[in-house]
């Protein structure tokens, strides 16, 4: 009987903290616990990755990279590398490169593997996100061209009757193709001309330069003379080209279909 009267003392007890417990402190918030399947207890307030607080190349090596045009979510910068040049750890978001002057780089990844990279002049690439450090092992300066793209994975809705490289397919030749961003070549002889064509936003860079005539959708005429080297970066538009010059123009072209933010 005692014992019996001892055991219904302890559960009230316990009742009694219980209820304490839920009435008395209400300044502190509870996890949200669950279970897995091996019946390990979990709380979601901690299951948030930490962020990559790894600065980008311009802000970690702003002797190396350059800003040559930023606008619509795309950033062309130009990095150089002397030989025996090295970068602290940087991140790039998913970006296009061009090697306007090749050479021998050591690439080392966040988590320490290093990789030897031949980077052939006119080598062109699509890569995803990452970080990084980069050091020009070889005797020769290295330049090369980056697009990196600040905008969130997407389609954007394109009139694929109008594409550069199925209107006009002896001028424009697709190099890559991936991550929504694609890497066409144009090149243009003197004399030579296309049909009516679209481009979603893109980033663009001369590789050999001339005089070029471009007609928009509405007939309106522009003459440009594109300098080799020059980079921009151009909204979406519909229009055709003629090579009005004296020399053999090619452009690399990076669009971008993805919406902007």
Same mark, same amino acid.
């Given at each position: 009987m005692n014992r019996k009267i001892?055991?219904?003392?302890?559960?009230?007890?316990?009742?009694?903290?219980?209820?304490a417990a839920?009435?008395?402190?209400?300044t502190k918030e509870a996890a949200n616990t669950t279970a897995d399947s091996t019946g390990t207890a979990k709380t979601d307030t901690v299951q948030q990755a930490p962020q990559d607080t790894t600065p980008d190349a311009v802000k970690a090596a702003p002797n190396l990279y350059k800003v040559i045009s930023d606008s619509m979510g795309i950033r062309v910068l130009e990095a150089t590398y002397k030989p025996g040049d090295s970068s602290?750890?940087?991140?790039?978001?998913?970006?296009?490169?061009?090697?306007?002057?090749?050479?021998?780089?050591?690439?080392?990844?966040?988590?320490?593997k290093k990789m030897i990279n031949e980077m052939k002049t006119g080598a062109e690439n699509i890569r995803s996100a990452e970080v990084h450090r980069v050091k020009n092992t070889g005797k020769?300066?290295?330049? $090369?061209?980056? $697009?990196?793209?600040?905008?969130?994975?997407? +389609?954007?809705?394109?009139?694929?009757?109008?594409?550069?490289?199925?209107?006009?397919?002896?001028? &424009?030749?697709? !190099?890559?193709? +991936?991550?929504?961003?694609?890497?066409?070549?144009?090149? &243009?002889?003197?004399?030579?001309?296309s049909a009516m064509h679209t481009h979603p936003d893109n980033a663009v860079y001369v590789i050999n330069g001339g005089?070029?005539?471009?007609?928009?959708?509405?007939? +309106? !005429?522009q003459t440009h003379e594109l300098k080799t080297g020059m980079s921009m970066i151009a909204p979406a538009g519909t229009h055709s080209v003629k090579n009005i010059g004296k020399t053999t123009t090619? $452009?690399?072209?990076v669009e971008v279909n993805r919406p902007a933010k």
């Open positions: 001892n055991r219904l003392f302890i559960l009230a007890l316990v009742i009694s903290a219980a209820f839920c009435n008395g402190g209400g602290a750890m940087h991140s790039h978001p998913d970006y296009a490169l061009y090697v306007i002057e090749g050479g021998t780089a050591e690439f080392t990844g966040k988590d320490g020769k300066t290295i330049k $090369v061209l980056l $697009v990196e793209v600040n905008r969130p994975m997407g +389609t954007v809705s394109n009139d694929a009757a109008m594409d550069a490289t199925k209107v006009a397919p002896d001028e &424009y030749k697709l !190099k890559r193709d +991936t991550l929504g961003i694609r890497i066409l070549e144009a090149t &243009y002889k003197p004399g030579q001309s005089a070029s005539a471009f007609t928009e959708k509405d007939g +309106t !005429k090619k $452009v690399l072209i």
